[in-house]
């Protein structure tokens, strides 16, 4: 049963950084893509950041790259996103994903349909 457990959300004022963890447990080999995605109020999710855990290969979307950076412990089976220069249109519910997959490249954008594991959210919210 894979498991994603999101945490490190909180309150920020605008131009401040926070640092997102997601645990995740149950994926059944190395050939895993896992990302971030995130919801603010109203719109879409949309994915952010992704990383294929074999090879290491990063996506980012154009909207926050300079902004966020992924990195992954494969030893601890954590998943962590950097967020600095907050803004408040970065409020959002940040949540983890994840699937099994061989490499197939990164879209220009991240499609929520790829992903059959999703974790239960962070929220994250920036003040200015």
């Known amino acids: 049963q894979v498991q994603l457990v999101e945490s490190g959300g909180g309150a920020v004022q605008a131009g401040g950084s926070l640092r997102l963890s997601c645990a995740y447990s149950?994926?059944?080999?190395?050939?895993?893509?896992l990302a971030w995605f995130r919801q603010a109020p109203g719109l879409e999710r949309e994915g952010i950041a992704g990383i294929y855990a074999r090879d290491g290969f990063i996506y980012y979307a154009e909207f926050v790259k300079g902004r966020i950076t992924i990195s992954q412990d494969n030893a601890k089976n954590t998943l962590d996103l950097r967020l600095d220069t907050l803004k408040p249109e970065d409020t959002a519910i940040y949540y983890c994903a994840a699937f099994n997959g061989p490499w197939l490249g990164w879209p220009s954008t991240l499609p929520e349909k790829w992903f059959d594991y999703w974790g239960q959210g962070t929220q994250v919210s920036v003040s200015s």
């Open positions: 149950g994926l059944p080999d190395s050939n895993y893509y």
